[in-house]
């Protein structure tokens, strides 16, 4: 049967990524190149047509968190270089070598399940080795990667296709940890190129480092938030110029007039200093607008701002739109992202949040459809 959807949307504005991986590309030295990192659904705006539009672009290397968004791009039919970011987890090796997706190789356990798989299958398969140069997270740390070098070495399963780390710090423009992580990366390269390795990938750098650190050792950079046009931190924002790919749209489902004095939603936190015109939005917490923008948050319509009251609710959230002339049911409210010549972004949601644009992207629910907007 065919109806129309509830009219709760995502624009997902692809020509915007093409934008921002322009300024990627900008950002890399001429020998580098990008790999797009689309886990956690491309950060919420749908891996697999974000993933076609940047190979569309020219990328053809790619990183996501987990087998399952792996396999998911496979079945899509991308064929392209499928970096796993979360490794491989026990019982995993078979899958990762019939799909032909590359581990990050992240302890000893793990290297030994994959090679023990591959031998057994007759084949090779290519990780790319990770080493804790200072993020305190995962990966070998030095002393256990010098352990486990010689060993890594006479495994015939394994190819050490890359070599990789991660900064903690890189959004700080004059952090000594992230000068210390960078030599840290160059002397563990080296130790691992002395054993006879020879990692034909090397990568260290996030949006951040890439804003902000050159790494001419490196072949590859990993921006995901700058691809989907979130600042990697706050000193970016007079440095990167980047365009919002999401824009969170819903539109009026009723109109009410509401004498001075009335409550408003749950709890009535709110209540209506004067006569209102009020609109009733259809989405709420469970499409991911967050609880905590009740009577915090803004919308945008007819070319103004107009703000949440009341309690956001699981399916509905309220907004003043008394200032707003010839407003009718049906009109469009824009909640994130542009309208009008105005924008809310994904920045200013996080710092009312006290979270990051990162966790505002992907935390927009799988119940609220997301519609590409093609390249113009
Ligand atoms: C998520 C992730 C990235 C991308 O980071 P951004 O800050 O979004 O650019 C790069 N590398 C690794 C290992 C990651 O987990």
Redesign the pocket.
């Known amino acids: 049967m065919n109806y129309p959807a509830r009219p709760t949307w995502v624009d997902v504005d692809l020509s915007a990524i093409q934008h921002n991986l322009q300024q990627a590309f900008s950002l890399c030295s001429p020998t580098q190149r990008v790999l797009a990192?689309v886990?956690a659904d491309a950060?919420g705006h749908g891996a697999i047509p974000v993933t076609r539009a940047l190979q569309d672009f020219g990328i053809c290397d790619f990183?996501v968190?987990t087998l399952e968004e792996a396999l998911a791009l496979r079945r899509a039919g991308i064929s392209d270089h499928l970096l796993v970011?979360g490794g491989c987890f026990s019982g995993q090796e078979a899958v990762f070598l019939e799909f032909n997706l590359m581990p990050?190789l992240l302890d000893v356990d793990t290297a030994l399940r994959l090679n023990a798989q591959a031998l057994k299958r007759k084949q090779q398969i290519k990780v790319h080795l990770?080493v804790d140069s200072g993020m305190g997270r995962v990966g070998f740390l030095p002393q256990q990667l010098e352990d486990f070098l010689p060993q890594l070495c006479s495994m015939d399963g394994l190819i050490v296709e890359g070599f990789?780390s991660?900064l903690a710090c890189a959004d700080d423009l004059d952090s000594a940890v992230t000068v210390a992580q960078r030599n840290q990366f160059l002397l563990l390269l080296q130790m691992v190129r002395d054993a006879g390795l020879q990692p034909r990938e090397i990568h260290l750098n996030?949006?951040?480092?890439?804003s902000a650190w050159d790494c001419p050792e490196c072949t590859l950079s990993?921006?995901?938030?700058?691809?989907y046009g979130?600042l990697?931190g706050p000193v970016f924002s007079t440095k990167l110029n980047l365009q919002p790919v999401m824009h969170l749209r819903s539109c009026v489902a009723q109109l009410r007039r509401l004498p001075a004095g009335s409550g408003i939603s749950y709890g009535h936190s709110y209540h209506a200093p004067r006569d209102m015109l009020v609109a009733v939005l259809p989405i709420g917490y469970a499409d991911g607008y967050n609880r905590l923008l009740s009577n915090r948050g803004q919308g945008i319509l007819h070319g103004q701002k107009i703000p949440v009251i009341g309690r956001v609710c699981m399916d509905w959230t309220l907004v003043d739109v008394s200032h707003i002339s010839g407003v009718k049911v049906g009109d469009c409210v824009t909640l994130l992202g542009s309208a009008d010549g105005l924008s809310i972004t994904g920045d200013e949601w996080a710092e009312q949040l006290d979270t990051i644009s990162?966790e505002v992207f992907c935390r927009i629910g799988s119940r609220v459809p997301r519609r590409y907007l093609p390249v113009s």
């Open positions: 990192v886990k950060y990183a968190a970011l990050t990770k990789m991660h996030n949006s951040a480092g890439l990993r921006p995901g938030i700058m691809l979130g990697p990162y």
